[in-house]
């Protein structure tokens, strides 16, 4: 059973697009909210993460939006770079715990 | 410093062959995770270890997979009849110890392919 639902799959936009990725989950005992970027080659690495806390967070051109009652949040990339292009995947876990679940990706392609 | 590396990069073996991947994780981690992603499918947790100890083996497939970590340092994932199903990229990571969650830094992973 997967835990947490991400979509699209596949995403592809213009170089200074936005794209958006969103997650859904279901337990309730997540309290934390990573998003995972990981270049082919290469182990998947935080971006940005999020406590339910807020509703959303920036760092630099990535952006979470967290919707608690709905248990859905969602990653936005202002003026996105072909150097964005990457899978992306979201995760959850408990915030007392390490324990990870993860989305089941987003490979996006900014083209130029 | 070193990040987290694993061995071999990529494994392809036989069915019913034995198959042992390593992960050195950071250097004064004590929470040591493994993950298996199946390809176009999520990262799925497999086990987690604080140390030397398992602390969640509950994303172990079955009884043919094995994890160990002695000495609290690198780990290993046996697995022991390989089947087809098996295949995939396997990931470790490692994060400090402590309650809050801290950020969790993958290796490259081993792909393995069980033909």
């Known amino acids: 059973q997967q835990q947490v639902k991400q979509s699209p799959q596949s995403l592809i936009v213009q170089k200074g697009g936005i794209p958006i990725i969103n997650c859904a989950y279901e337990?309730?005992?997540?309290?934390?909210f990573p998003w995972y970027q990981q270049f082919p080659g290469k182990g998947p690495a935080l971006l940005i993460a999020?406590?339910?806390?807020?509703s959303e967070k920036k760092e630099g051109r990535f952006t979470i939006s967290f919707n608690k009652s709905a248990k859905q949040f969602s990653l936005h990339i202002m003026d996105s770079q072909p150097g964005d292009s990457a899978t992306y995947f979201c995760?959850?876990?408990?915030?007392?715990?390490?324990?990870?679940?993860f989305g089941a990706g987003t490979r996006l392609t900014v083209k130029p | 410093e070193a990040g987290v590396t694993q061995f071999p990069s990529h494994s392809v073996i036989e069915k019913g062959q034995t198959v042992t991947l390593r992960c050195d994780p950071i250097?004064?981690?004590?929470?040591l995770y493994w993950y298996r992603r199946v390809m176009g499918k999520e990262i799925k947790f497999l086990l987690h270890?604080?140390?030397?100890?398992?602390?969640?083996e509950s994303g172990m497939p079955n009884n043919r997979f094995l994890a160990e970590r002695t000495g609290g340092t690198y780990s290993t994932l046996k697995v022991q009849p390989a089947e087809l199903e098996d295949s995939g990229v396997y990931f470790c990571?490692?994060?400090?110890?402590?309650?809050?969650?801290?950020?969790?830094?993958f290796g490259p992973g081993t792909r393995l392919t069980v033909t």
């Open positions: 999020i406590r339910p806390d807020v």
């Open positions: 250097s004064g981690h004590d929470n």
């Open positions: 337990n309730t005992a997540f309290d934390y």
């Open positions: 995760a959850a876990s408990p915030y007392n715990n390490n324990d990870m679940r």
């Open positions: 990571a490692s994060s400090l110890g402590g309650t809050v969650p801290y950020e969790q830094y």
């Open positions: 270890f604080v140390k030397e100890s398992k602390q969640d």
